[in-house]
């Protein structure tokens, strides 16, 4: 057999994949004798492409459907695309634009097509990337938050809301986006790390009959012309004389209230709060106490409105309004002056624009008793938040939970079924179809010659969350005419064989700036549709951040391209390279390095399957060395499997692997194929060989959830397999029997190599000289038993035990172990020799002074587990006979 000498990742990924996906071996159906686990995807948007965020998210999922797959289970990993709202349309307008084509120039159903059009040529490309990664997903269950029967579940659950009085209308303020011309939720606006500098500035207004002024600090001075009260503390003596009185607002001489408010905090700017109830949410929270006005001075587009009353900014963008007035004022005398101060400023999640408070008709989701559930199911651990510490945040939120505004004014998403017949604010009915639509406004209205042609549906769209939080269920087709009943607003179970059998989902992996957006959602819908939890387990990921920490983004110049990643070091080594350093929920310092070293990984398993496949084998008897290395790496594969299991269950994906890379690097290859290895030309025998090619699939098969490709390419060589044999369906090991003194010998003769190999690289002794050891222990079983491992690997000629010391020897210590290596006499440089045991009492005197000093601690003795308690006293034994063999050496040099 013919193997190439190095790795051909390219090769093997595109050849693999395609075979898995030839023989189904993603496709998962229902299945009464085996387990379910399932996942669905987050769905990424259909505009995105592959990011690092991406690559780390489904490099864990594939991890977790890998194994269950092997482990038995009916695994189903679901995949599916966001039809994302703002971000699409956004992306459609942008195209029409450069096809010279104004959004404003078309119907909705023209623009509509374009969508489609648009969709079904760039709205599958994030997917295909997938399949490079290896995503092992049911790809024929793909699924897209616009297709025909997602929409329908949306529409539906929509108007059972309505009818169950969750679903209202009404005004409220909201987030607009300007630039996107829709409200956002409060989850969309972000909030930069890095704070901006803002202007505080200062503004005189005048008390109407009276020569008093009152000063207010503003940092948007736009908004002045809606003002409509002046508020300040009733507490605050030195304006508390005011509260009744008049204030007038400059340029237009409005009169406002001035009004007392605990809200106003005496120290902040001036310790008076101009109210603009139309433009601050918390301005808006005032003017509903007191009654005050609304003005609504600034259009959709940013724009402001005649509303202002000053003609000269009218059509003006706010900014620019900003900009002028600031003259205006100074000119005027009203400006006062300005101080400088950092704050966050909260812009558009999609467009980056500052977001506006705007007061507005919108469509919105009382949460506060929905959410009930789902707050307590995550609180008591049914569905469990890892890392724990995101209950914190997710119980923060949740208990200050807000109406949920649903709706977008956008013509590319689920439309609101909300259909008007009349000019009153609740002149509509809600309803699944124009048809019921009709009838419902014939009943409500009393008049029975109502038609199609007098009702308009409602404009807008539904935010893409309210579509996106039904995705455990809507894969499945849940809310289908079979199986949802639209009397008690539940889905019932025994009518859907798919969504029985995969729901609830066994683990949701995501992100968690997207707790709130999507998993409390989730959760939620649920409850209030199933009565049971979407998912056991949420894992949520970190951020992939460059080695500045700073968030990986296109825009920043500092994220790699995922597939030019694969591409240029495979998709095994990329997989693995994202898990070194990505525990769950914390950020992942991206270093390439890391890839490097999944690259460096690969090789290193390749080398090994060529050196072992490579090997004749031929004779008999197995050497005595070669029976205790297969006892040894049994014993040590058995633990490391208890281990990764472990992991596993904890969901400590990052240290799964790294158990899994120490056992392949250090004690496969770097151990065992060392202590087994035939001498240049010679046989190995065919038990060891047997024996060998076992631990080899069996590591392979602990690897091939991180390293699908390599660990699918050697397991197709090491042996002849039948039909449907291949590694990805093959069973998950068992963890077998253990033997802990073995462990204990091997780690004590592994330290013994170690060091001979050392005292040869010092000393320039070539690995090829052989030499004579002497032991002189205490407790020789250790070295007993791997005797013949030591001769061979270390090239030990002779191994002897004494109870003397050897002269004229090159020796070293370990712990109260002493070793002999004898040289010719005189090839000795005893003052070497003195400095260098030096050197090492000194060392080991301080590190035993350190562990007393931890152990004279009473809040550490007391306070640490029993068994670290119990290590640092071993240290200390082994240190104080160190030291005492190490004196006693010093002095026998005289």
Same mark, same amino acid.
């Given at each position: 057999?013919?193997?190439?000498?190095?790795?051909?990742?390219?090769?093997?990924?595109?050849?693999?994949?395609?075979?898995?996906? +030839?023989?189904?071996?993603?496709?998962?159906?229902?299945?009464?004798?085996?387990?379910?686990?399932?996942?669905?995807?987050?769905?990424?948007?259909?505009?995105?492409?592959?990011?690092?965020?991406?690559?780390?998210?489904?490099?864990?999922?594939?991890?977790?459907?890998?194994?269950?797959?092997?482990?038995?289970?009916?695994?189903?990993?679901?995949?599916?695309?966001?039809?994302?709202?703002?971000?699409?349309?956004?992306?459609?307008?942008?195209?029409?634009?450069?096809?010279?084509?104004?959004?404003?120039?078309?119907?909705?159903?023209?623009?509509m097509k374009h969508s489609w059009e648009w969709k079904e040529k760039y709205g599958g490309i994030i997917l295909e990337q997938l399949k490079k990664l290896g995503a092992s997903c049911d790809?024929?269950?793909?699924?897209?938050?616009?297709?025909?029967?997602?929409?329908?579940?949306?529409?539906?659950?929509?108007?059972?809301?309505?009818?169950?009085?969750?679903?209202?209308?009404?005004?409220?303020?909201?987030?607009?986006?300007?630039?996107?011309?829709?409200?956002?939720?409060?989850?969309?606006?972000?909030?930069?790390?890095?704070?901006?500098?803002?202007?505080?500035?200062?503004?005189?207004?005048?008390?109407?009959?009276? +020569?008093?002024?009152?000063?207010?600090?503003?940092?948007?001075?736009?908004?002045?012309?809606?003002?409509?009260?002046?508020?300040?503390?009733?507490?605050?003596?030195?304006?508390?004389?005011?509260?009744?009185?008049?204030?007038?607002?400059?340029?237009?001489?409005?009169?406002?209230?001035?009004?007392?408010?605990?809200?106003?905090?005496?120290?902040?700017?001036?310790?008076?709060?101009?109210?603009?109830?139309?433009?601050?949410?918390?301005?808006?929270?005032?003017?509903?106490?007191?009654?005050?006005?609304?003005?609504?001075?600034?259009?959709?587009?940013?724009?402001?409105?005649?509303?202002?009353?000053?003609?000269?900014?009218?059509?003006?963008?706010?900014?620019?309004?900003?900009?002028?007035?600031?003259?205006?004022?100074?000119?005027?005398?009203?400006?006062?002056?300005?101080?400088?101060?950092?704050?966050?400023?909260?812009?558009?999640?999609?467009?980056?624009?500052?977001?506006?408070?705007?007061?507005?008709?919108?469509?919105?989701?009382?949460?506060?008793?929905?959410?009930?559930?789902?707050?307590?199911?995550?609180?008591?651990?049914?569905?469990?938040?890892?890392?724990?510490?995101?209950?914190?945040?997710? =119980?923060?939120?949740?208990?200050?939970?807000?109406?949920?505004?649903?709706?977008?004014?956008?013509?590319?998403?689920?439309?609101?079924?909300?259909?008007?017949?009349?000019?009153?604010?609740?002149?509509?009915?809600?309803?699944?179809?124009?048809?019921?639509?009709?009838?419902?406004?014939?009943?409500?209205?009393?008049? =029975?010659?109502?038609?199609?042609?007098?009702?308009?549906?409602?404009?807008?769209?539904?935010?893409?969350?309210?579509?996106?939080?039904?995705?455990?269920?809507?894969?499945?087709?849940?809310?289908?005419?079979?199986?949802?009943?639209?009397?008690?607003?539940?889905?019932?179970?025994?009518?859907?064989?798919?969504?029985?059998?995969?729901?609830?989902?066994?683990?949701?992996?995501?992100?968690?700036?997207?707790?709130?957006?999507?998993?409390?959602?989730?959760?939620?819908?649920?409850?209030?549709?199933?009565?049971?939890?979407?998912?056991?387990?949420?894992?949520?990921?970190?951020?992939?951040?460059?080695?500045?920490?700073?968030?990986?983004?296109?825009?920043?110049?500092?994220?790699?391209?995922?597939? +030019?990643?694969?591409?240029?070091?495979?998709?095994?080594?990329?997989?693995?390279?994202?898990?070194?350093?990505?525990?769950?929920?914390?950020?992942?310092?991206?270093?390439?390095?890391?890839?490097?070293?999944?690259?460096?990984?690969?090789?290193?398993?390749?080398?090994?399957?060529?050196?072992?496949?490579?090997?004749?084998?031929?004779?008999?008897?197995?050497?005595?060395?070669?029976?205790?290395?297969?006892?040894?790496? +049994?014993?040590?594969?058995?633990?490391?499997?208890?281990?990764?299991?472990?992991?596993?269950?904890?969901?400590?994906?990052?240290?799964?692997?790294?158990?899994?890379?120490?056992?392949?690097?250090?004690?496969?290859?770097?151990?065992?194929?060392?202590?087994?290895?035939?001498?240049?030309?010679?046989?190995?025998?065919?038990?060891?060989?047997?024996?060998? #090619?076992?631990?080899?699939?069996?590591?392979?098969?602990?690897?091939?959830?991180?390293?699908?490709?390599?660990?699918?390419?050697?397991?197709?060589?090491?042996?002849?397999?039948?039909?449907?044999?291949?590694?990805?369906?093959?069973?998950?090991?068992?963890?077998?029997?253990?033997?802990?003194?073995?462990?204990?010998?091997?780690?004590?003769?592994?330290?013994?190599?170690?060091?001979?190999?050392?005292?040869?690289?010092?000393?320039?002794?070539?690995?090829?000289?052989?030499?004579?050891?002497?032991?002189?222990?205490?407790?020789?079983?250790?070295?007993?038993?791997?005797?013949?491992?030591?001769?061979?690997?270390?090239?030990?000629?002779?191994?002897?035990?004494?109870?003397?010391?050897?002269?004229?020897?090159?020796?070293?210590?370990?712990?109260?172990?002493?070793?002999?290596?004898?040289?010719?006499?005189?090839?000795?440089?005893?003052?070497?020799?003195?400095?260098?045991?030096?050197?090492?009492?000194?060392?080991?005197?301080?590190?035993?002074?350190?562990?007393?000093?931890?152990?004279?601690?009473?809040?550490?003795?007391?306070?640490?587990?029993?068994?670290?308690?119990?290590?640092?006293?071993?240290?200390?034994?082994?240190?104080?006979?160190?030291?005492?063999?190490?004196?006693?050496?010093?002095?026998? #040099?005289?």
């Amino acid at each position: 057999m013919s193997l190439s000498s190095k790795y051909e990742s390219q090769q093997v990924e595109d050849k693999w994949y395609q075979h898995w996906m +030839d023989k189904g071996y993603f496709k998962a159906k229902v299945n009464p004798q085996k387990e379910p686990f399932t996942i669905v995807i987050p769905p990424p948007n259909v505009t995105g492409v592959l990011h690092m965020g991406h690559m780390l998210n489904n490099t864990i999922q594939d991890v977790l459907i890998r194994k269950a797959r092997m482990e038995g289970k009916e695994a189903l990993w679901v995949p599916g695309t966001d039809h994302a709202s703002i971000a699409t349309e956004a992306k459609v307008v942008r195209m029409l634009r450069e096809k010279g084509i104004k959004k404003s120039d078309l119907s909705r159903d023209e623009f509509m097509k374009h969508s489609w059009e648009w969709k079904e040529k760039y709205g599958g490309i994030i997917l295909e990337q997938l399949k490079k990664l290896g995503a092992s997903c049911d790809w024929d269950r793909t699924a897209f938050t616009m297709d025909d029967a997602y929409y329908k579940a949306v529409i539906r659950v929509f108007v059972d809301l309505y009818k169950k009085g969750y679903i209202y209308r009404g005004w409220r303020m909201v987030n607009w986006d300007v630039e996107a011309q829709t409200t956002v939720s409060n989850e969309e606006v972000i909030y930069a790390d890095k704070e901006e500098v803002s202007k505080l500035y200062k503004v005189q207004y005048s008390i109407k009959d009276s +020569d008093e002024k009152v000063i207010i600090a503003t940092q948007r001075p736009e908004t002045i012309m809606g003002d409509t009260g002046i508020a300040v503390n009733p507490k605050d003596d030195r304006f508390k004389h005011l509260i009744g009185k008049k204030a007038l607002v400059p340029f237009i001489n409005r009169e406002i209230p001035i009004i007392g408010d605990d809200y106003v905090d005496i120290e902040f700017g001036t310790g008076c709060l101009k109210v603009t109830p139309a433009h601050d949410p918390n301005d808006y929270e005032i003017g509903q106490r007191h009654n005050l006005d609304v003005i609504d001075t600034i259009n959709l587009d940013g724009t402001l409105n005649e509303k202002c009353e000053v003609p000269a900014y009218v059509g003006m963008d706010r900014f620019a309004v900003r900009k002028q007035i600031i003259k205006d004022l100074d000119e005027a005398g009203y400006l006062m002056g300005f101080e400088e101060f950092t704050t966050k400023i909260g812009r558009s999640e999609r467009t980056d624009t500052v977001i506006e408070p705007k007061l507005s008709l919108q469509w919105f989701i009382n949460m506060k008793d929905i959410s009930k559930t789902a707050h307590e199911v995550v609180m008591n651990d049914e569905v469990e938040l890892l890392p724990s510490k995101f209950k914190n945040t997710y =119980n923060h939120w949740m208990e200050n939970v807000r109406d949920w505004c649903i709706s977008r004014q956008l013509w590319w998403g689920q439309r609101i079924p909300a259909y008007f017949y009349g000019e009153g604010d609740d002149d509509f009915v809600v309803a699944e179809s124009l048809e019921e639509a009709v009838e419902l406004a014939r009943q409500k209205s009393g008049t =029975n010659d109502l038609t199609a042609a007098d009702l308009h549906q409602d404009e807008d769209v539904l935010d893409t969350w309210a579509s996106s939080w039904l995705f455990p269920m809507a894969v499945f087709d849940g809310f289908n005419d079979g199986c949802f009943d639209k009397e008690t607003g539940k889905i019932i179970k025994g009518k859907n064989a798919d969504l029985d059998y995969f729901y609830p989902t066994s683990v949701l992996v995501t992100a968690p700036e997207i707790l709130f957006f999507w998993v409390a959602r989730m959760i939620i819908a649920g409850y209030e549709y199933m009565d049971e939890k979407p998912f056991k387990h949420v894992y949520l990921t970190g951020i992939v951040r460059d080695k500045q920490r700073r968030k990986m983004s296109k825009s920043l110049g500092n994220s790699p391209d995922p597939l +030019d990643l694969i591409r240029d070091y495979g998709a095994d080594a990329v997989r693995t390279g994202m898990l070194f350093s990505s525990p769950a929920g914390n950020d992942l310092l991206y270093d390439e390095k890391l890839v490097e070293q999944g690259r460096n990984f690969a090789n290193k398993i390749w080398n090994a399957f060529r050196l072992v496949k490579g090997w004749e084998v031929k004779g008999n008897s197995t050497p005595g060395e070669n029976t205790v290395a297969i006892q040894w790496f +049994d014993s040590r594969f058995n633990e490391t499997l208890a281990e990764i299991e472990d992991h596993f269950n904890k969901f400590r994906i990052s240290d799964a692997l790294m158990s899994t890379y120490k056992l392949i690097w250090n004690d496969f290859c770097s151990w065992y194929l060392e202590m087994i290895k035939p001498a240049y030309g010679e046989p190995i025998d065919p038990a060891t060989y047997e024996v060998t #090619l076992n631990f080899f699939e069996k590591i392979m098969k602990i690897l091939h959830p991180f390293m699908p490709f390599i660990t699918e390419e050697i397991w197709s060589e090491l042996r002849d397999r039948g039909i449907d044999q291949d590694i990805i369906v093959s069973a998950w090991p068992i963890i077998g029997g253990t033997d802990e003194r073995l462990t204990q010998n091997a780690e004590k003769a592994f330290e013994l190599i170690s060091q001979i190999r050392n005292v040869r690289s010092s000393k320039g002794i070539s690995p090829k000289d052989s030499l004579d050891l002497f032991i002189r222990a205490n407790e020789q079983e250790a070295y007993q038993r791997f005797a013949g491992v030591i001769r061979k690997v270390a090239n030990i000629d002779e191994l002897k035990f004494t109870e003397a010391k050897v002269e004229n020897a090159l020796s070293f210590v370990i712990k109260s172990d002493e070793f002999y290596l004898p040289l010719p006499e005189g090839s000795i440089d005893v003052a070497a020799e003195k400095e260098e045991i030096t050197k090492e009492l000194e060392y080991t005197k301080g590190f035993l002074n350190s562990v007393m000093k931890k152990l004279s601690n009473e809040k550490f003795v007391n306070g640490a587990p029993e068994q670290v308690v119990v290590n640092e006293k071993k240290k200390l034994a082994d240190a104080e006979a160190k030291i005492k063999v190490l004196e006693e050496k010093l002095a026998s #040099l005289g």
